[in-house]
């Protein structure tokens, strides 16, 4: 069970469930689509799976999400209550882009989880009508620095071994900057022509990456401006 807080208030009561650490970022998984342990541990790699069991059976106990039984084993669901979660894990990302947005530092960045969240946030509805085999190489990275992706209008899948098949996109680039473009801190036609990414395959597809390759929900979240984090400061003083 979670920490009790001694109080009735409802925003402490949702406290009780939603604020021990790690929490919220499993909830957000789960809203994403994670169905499967793995698919946890992929997305919080920093997570030990004994805590990320932990976090999963105290979500299930407070009826946020339901294990059932699945083609590949247990699979985790939100329930009605971990979906009304959603407005809520939205909200923290736009203000959390907006006030507290990421100051990129290699030692911070993780390739394994950039790509996982980039294979989840194509822009499906801009995608060509037909099948997409992406192969993104990213230079800086040795063990983790293959990656193919496999695009369809349903979505995409992520292999970190060849999948077979000819591949229509190659991208190049490094995890600091493929974390700035996904983010929104820079634009994708910009880093091509800055040689921070290059692309090779057929015209169109290239042409129009910019369309539909991944980018965070909160990309075109405007961050705040130091005079805005002064000006309510400045009128309480």
Known sequence: MSARRGQFCPIAKAAEIICERWTL?????????????????????????????????????????????????????PTQAGEELRPMVLFAGRWGARWVRSRLVREDLDAGSLMWFIHRHFRLDALPSRRILLHV???????????????????????????????????TTNVMTLTAVYLGDIDFREAIQAKRITVIGPRDLVRDIHRWFARSRFADVRPATDRERKTLAAAEV
């Open 25 to 77: 970022l499993v909830v957000r998984e789960l809203l994403l689509g994670s169905r499967h342990f793995n698919d946890f541990q992929r997305g919080l790699p920093m997570l030990s799976p004994t805590l990320l069991t932990k976090r999963l059976r105290q979500l299930e106990d407070s009826g946020v999400l339901l294990r059932k039984p699945g083609p590949r084993g247990i699979e985790y669901w």
């Open 137 to 171: 190489q990213l230079t800086d990275e040795r063990r983790m620095g293959r990656w193919w992706i496999r695009l369809s209008p349903q979505g995409g899948e992520l292999c970190l071994d060849d999948p077979g098949g000819d591949v229509d996109v190659y991208v």
